[in-house]
């Protein structure tokens, strides 16, 4: 069947839409969306999938993803952040299905150079073919762990990670060009933000821009510590920030009591963005006791798990400040109606003996973000530095292996 031209219409319309919602803003972009076909790059899928605002799982191992062509609004978003010029050199690491890699071509033009690694040898003979089949030729993929780098094509105007990382590795930094800009979804605190930072000269580099992003992570030598850690109860886990243990054996007793929830007044109002990257993000930045409660399967259907602020597929999760004698979780209202559309009223549910001590605290810092004006991922800057550089003060420090980073709201 011969998809071309409807691919094509296809094409258009995803770029209309994406600069309909602001997630295009230059003209560079959108001619970069209208003019390569997302489905050349996805064989076997079908067309309307291939053209939703969805990423597409390509690999699995073990019935996880370990590859995808991305969601294409964040495709578009980090390509703005990235801010490509015609004849720069370009570094991507996640080449994946190869589409971003095509895109980028598209705007660097033949005068410019996209290199994309990927750490797996049967996803960049992939890439190629696909590559191929879009008449793409000025894109070179090689099969290298990225965290790495590639020193022989160095130095880059622009290093993009399409591939979620810990760490902001010293060999990314040695290859930018000065001046140059590196983007990267890097974990903060159990948010993934891409950050796109620039290179002025002065040994630190300062974000340009920051958004929220949920990407597949870095294997090979930049695969992060794992921050989840499982309670032992069925279906229920916690994610915490690396800086702090946390003590599975409290949480899980804690848990096995239903808590007590009072609710928080005035309402908020929270939706499932603001859990992840307003509150959730500005809360785990204030406090690395901070944490992710994650709820899957039957945990999730359980009273607890229902109340849990965000449902994703069937899993749910939320927020909880941490102590030594238990905790308190943001949820929503058992005396919310419950019906289908209704804003979910938040309250704040407290485990263990501690919890009500530390459910009035997280109330306290949740006026905190209200008062701030509510800030989100894209209202913070962040500073990072090799690890021991001595880093203006007023923000969160977190410490990697790499670099440590100093992450404010800006003013
Ligand atoms: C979300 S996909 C990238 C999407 C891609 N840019 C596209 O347009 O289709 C992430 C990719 O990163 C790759 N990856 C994971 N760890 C890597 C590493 N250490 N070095 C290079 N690539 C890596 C995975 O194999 C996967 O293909």
């Not at 969601?71 to 570094?91: C, H, K, N, T, Y």
């Not at 798990?305 to 004698?325: E, I, K, M, N, Y």
Request: charged share 20%; hydrophobic share 45%; aromatic share 4%.
């Amino acid at each position: 069947m011969d998809t071309g031209a409807r691919g094509d219409t296809e094409a258009e319309r995803l770029a209309d839409d994406l600069v309909r919602s602001a997630r295009i803003r230059s003209t560079a972009v959108a001619e970069a969306f209208r003019t390569v076909p997302r489905h050349l790059f996805l064989p076997g899928v079908p067309l309307a999938e291939a053209y939703a605002d969805e990423a597409v799982a390509t690999q699995f191992v073990d019935g996880v993803a370990t590859s995808s062509a991305s969601q294409p609004s964040m495709v578009a978003i980090m390509l703005e952040q990235l801010g490509l010029r015609r004849g720069q050199r370009v570094l991507e690491i996640g080449a994946g299905t190869g589409w971003n890699a095509a895109l980028m071509s598209r705007i660097v033009g033949p005068e410019g150079v996209v290199i994309s690694l990927d750490i797996d040898e049967e996803l960049v003979s992939r890439a190629e073919r696909n590559l191929a089949s879009a008449g793409v030729d000025g894109v070179t993929v090689l099969c290298a762990d990225g965290a790495l780098g590639h020193p022989d094509g160095a130095p880059y105007d622009r290093i993009v990670l399409t591939v979620g990382s810990w760490d902001v590795r010293p060999e990314w930094i040695e290859q930018l060009a000065p001046g140059g800009r590196i983007l990267l979804p890097l974990t903060v605190r159990g948010s993934q933000l891409a950050i796109a930072f620039d290179a002025p000269g002065d040994g630190l580099l300062h974000s340009a821009s920051v958004r929220s992003c949920a990407f597949i992570r870095l294997r090979g030598a930049g695969a992060g510590p794992e921050v989840t850690i499982d309670l032992g109860l069925p279906g229920w886990s916690v994610q915490a920030a690396e800086e702090v243990e946390v003590d599975r054996d409290a949480v899980r007793s804690a848990l096995s009591e239903p808590g007590r929830s009072w609710p928080v007044v005035p309402d908020p109002g929270l939706g499932e963005a603001d859990v992840w990257d307003g509150v959730g993000l500005w809360l785990a930045l204030g406090d690395p006791a901070v944490f992710r409660l994650l709820a899957t399967g039957e945990a999730a259907g359980s009273p607890v798990g229902t109340s849990l602020f965000v449902g994703r597929h069937r899993d749910r999760v939320t927020v909880a400040l941490g102590g030594p004698d238990g905790f308190a979780a943001l949820v929503t209202d058992d005396a919310g109606s419950g019906r289908p559309g209704d804003h979910a009223p938040v309250a704040v549910r407290a485990f263990g003996s501690g919890g009500p001590e530390l459910a009035a605290e997280l109330m306290r810092r949740i006026d905190g973000w209200t008062d701030a004006g509510r800030p989100h991922a894209s209202d913070l800057a962040v500073l990072a530095a090799p690890r021991g550089t001595e880093l203006p003060g007023g923000g969160a420090m977190v410490e990697k292996e790499h670099v440590r980073l100093s992450v404010r709201t800006r003013g």
